[in-house]
């Protein structure tokens, strides 16, 4: 008998991949194309034609057919999960604008809609004026409505890229509840276009016709098409399901169904999520975002640069690792892990905050990276692991905020990413939190929580926790080590809990002086 599997697509930032999932969580085949087509026709700037996008999942879908042995006859469904905040603007005729913004896009809108003087009050009163004025600043439809007008008024549908390729799939302008993370007028709390009395549509320049029809994760949406099965290669007739964000799929791709179990995800962004039924605000006024999970929130907390920072440090000191790799033919990350276990555990008292980008509360819109406790004993190595330590406390921080919000103990930590491939990076979590970290089987998390969503939606699993329970799975897991969680617990508490406080007052004069970053509003302190 053929072994019933899905297909699975995932469109990162990187790179698209088509991936094969058995109903036991093995990935059967894969096939990855990196996206090359970005364009940034100013510095910070970045964006990409969203028929690339297409052209690219075509493209891997295609590559998988040519070299694997599994028959297409055992697909039983195709569900996308794609990079969040990414948007698109397409005219009547559904074809796009402009490119797509995607979510690295730095630029700022100046010009932002006045919100009506009992709402402007009102958040003002609750301390949320700033907040909502970073929203503002932050959404690609205020700049495009601002420096692109006559376009803006063309536009008759804004989309996110999941309900782009939805659209490009179905015909149909649908995207799911769980894929909705952006700047985008969505009530988080009640999973829906936002109430119209709501502030978010005088914060924004977006009619609710331009927006989707939204459906919870696992709907099915439509059928594969004989035009969209002659372009991917997929059986016609195959149904096709609304999936959810990258980083929701990943969640329940790494087992985390609970709120005592942690996803850490070691990341461009590096983020940790719980899976919740309650909605539970980890940071005040900042909203869960949905999960994957119809009915179910994650409590994410994001630290923006994350395992960016690594690729910072590869950047600029990591010539001597760049050149190795080469000789050697490996990834020079590979041989960073040598660096770190070099230096003590403490970093010989560097300790570094990782703020390199500011946040919207915590940290505030401020806040800058800092390194304290340089002295002359101190080189690359202790650098490169202080940066490791230095997010795995600002990690540990937002569990703890988690916690008290949540009033649930996280008592286990998946981590995945692609710095959990650093057997370093899990031994200093783990110390750090006091916690094991467990590395999942697979490191395809974010194709497999989708294929999880998908076997659920088909009733080939009757229900998520047997999803979880026969297609994830444990593999390395690292235990603390106590002599180094103490150190790490006193640094943590004595030091690093203490870091923001006392330089934020310098970081605001950094910011009044230089004007980096940005002020958000005229009543910022």
Same mark, same amino acid.
């Given at each position: 008998m053929t072994v019933p599997c899905i297909l699975a697509i995932d469109n990162g930032t990187q790179s698209v991949r088509a991936l094969l999932f058995d109903l036991d969580g093995h990935l059967l085949?894969?096939?990855?194309?990196?996206?090359?087509?970005?364009?940034?026709?100013?510095?910070?700037?970045?964006?990409?034609?969203? #028929? *690339?996008?297409?052209?690219?999942?075509?493209?891997?879908?295609?590559? !998988? &057919? %040519?070299? =694997?042995?599994?028959?297409?006859?055992?697909?039983?469904?195709?569900?996308?999960?794609?990079?969040?905040?990414?948007?698109?603007?397409?005219?009547?005729?559904?074809?796009?604008?402009?490119?797509?913004?995607?979510?690295?896009?730095?630029?700022?809108?100046?010009?932002?809609?006045?919100l009506r003087w009992w709402w402007d009050a009102a958040?003002?009163?609750?301390?949320?004026?700033?907040?909502?004025?970073?929203?503002?600043? #932050? *959404?690609?439809?205020?700049?495009?409505?601002?420096?692109?007008?006559? !376009? &803006? %008024?063309? =536009?008759?549908?804004?989309?996110?890229?999941?309900?782009?390729?939805?659209?490009?799939?179905?015909?149909?302008?649908?995207?799911?509840?769980?894929?909705?993370?952006?700047?985008?007028?969505?009530?988080?709390?009640?999973?829906?276009?936002?109430?119209?009395?709501?502030?978010?549509?005088?914060?924004?320049?977006?009619?609710?016709?331009?927006?989707?029809?939204l459906v919870p994760a696992g709907t099915v949406i439509g059928e594969v098409d004989a035009r969209v099965a002659q372009d991917t290669g997929i059986p016609q007739g195959l149904p096709v399901i609304a999936g959810?964000?990258?980083?929701?799929?990943?969640?329940?791709?790494?087992?985390?169904?609970?709120?005592?179990?942690?996803?850490?995800?070691?990341?461009?962004?590096?983020?940790?999520?719980?899976?919740?039924?309650?909605?539970?605000?980890?940071?005040?006024?900042?909203?869960?975002?949905?999960?994957?999970?119809?009915?179910?929130?994650?409590?994410?907390?994001?630290?923006?640069?994350?395992?960016?920072?690594?690729s910072w440090f590869k950047e600029q000191f990591g010539l001597f690792e760049r050149q190795l790799a080469l000789q050697r033919g490996v990834a020079p990350e590979t041989l960073f892990d040598e660096l770190v276990n070099a230096v003590p555990p403490g970093s010989l008292g560097?300790?570094?905050?990782?703020?390199?980008?500011?946040?919207?509360?915590?940290?505030?819109?401020?806040?800058?990276?800092?390194?304290?406790g340089f002295g002359d004993v101190h080189n690359r190595a202790h650098l490169y692991r202080a940066i490791l330590e230095g997010l795995a406390y600002a990690l540990r921080e937002a569990r703890e905020r988690i916690e008290r919000r949540?009033?649930?103990?996280?008592?286990?930590?998946?981590?995945?990413?692609?710095?959990?491939?650093?057997?370093?990076?899990?031994?200093?979590?783990?110390?750090i939190f006091n916690l094991p970290c467990e590395r999942p089987h697979l490191y395809e998390t974010s194709g497999l929580g989708a294929a999880m969503l998908a076997a659920v939606s088909l009733k080939l699993h009757p229900d998520f926790a047997t999803a979880v329970a026969r297609m994830t799975r444990i593999g390395a897991v690292f235990e603390p080590q106590p002599e180094h969680a103490r150190t790490y617990d006193r640094l943590y508490r004595r030091v690093y809990c203490r870091m923001y406080r006392r330089l934020q007052p310098l970081y605001r004069d950094i910011q009044v002086i230089t004007g980096y970053p940005a002020r958000l509003a005229d009543d910022t302190p």
């Open positions: 085949d894969k096939a990855q194309v990196a996206i090359d087509t970005y364009q940034s026709p100013q510095p910070g700037w970045l964006e990409n034609d969203p #028929e *690339a996008f297409w052209r690219s999942l075509c493209e891997a879908c295609q590559l !998988l &057919w %040519a070299h =694997t042995r599994v028959p297409k006859e055992a697909v039983r469904g195709v569900v996308i999960t794609t990079q969040r905040g990414t948007t698109v603007a397409l005219d009547a005729d559904g074809q796009p604008l402009r490119p797509a913004m995607i979510w690295l896009d730095q630029r700022r809108a100046t010009a932002i809609p006045p958040l003002r009163a609750i301390g949320m004026r700033n907040t909502v004025r970073f929203f503002q600043k #932050e *959404a690609e439809a205020n700049w495009i409505a601002q420096h692109q007008p006559e !376009l &803006w %008024a063309r =536009t008759a549908h804004y989309l996110l890229l999941s309900g782009y390729l939805n659209y490009r799939f179905t015909g149909r302008f649908v995207d799911s509840v769980a894929s909705q993370v952006g700047y985008v007028p969505f009530d988080y709390r009640r999973g829906r276009w936002a109430s119209p009395w709501d502030w978010k549509w005088q914060a924004l320049p977006i009619r609710r016709s331009m927006l989707p029809e959810a964000a990258d980083k929701a799929c990943e969640v329940i791709g790494a087992g985390c169904l609970t709120p005592e179990i942690a996803c850490l995800s070691y990341g461009t962004t590096a983020t940790i999520n719980t899976t919740t039924p309650r909605y539970v605000e980890a940071t005040r006024f900042v909203p869960p975002y949905p999960s994957a999970v119809p009915g179910h929130y994650n409590t994410e907390i994001q630290i923006t640069r994350g395992f960016w920072m690594v560097l300790m570094l905050q990782p703020f390199w980008n500011p946040g919207i509360k915590v940290p505030g819109p401020e806040a800058k990276g800092a390194i304290i949540s009033g649930r103990r996280i008592t286990r930590l998946r981590v995945s990413g692609g710095g959990s491939q650093s057997d370093a990076a899990m031994q200093i979590t783990a110390n």
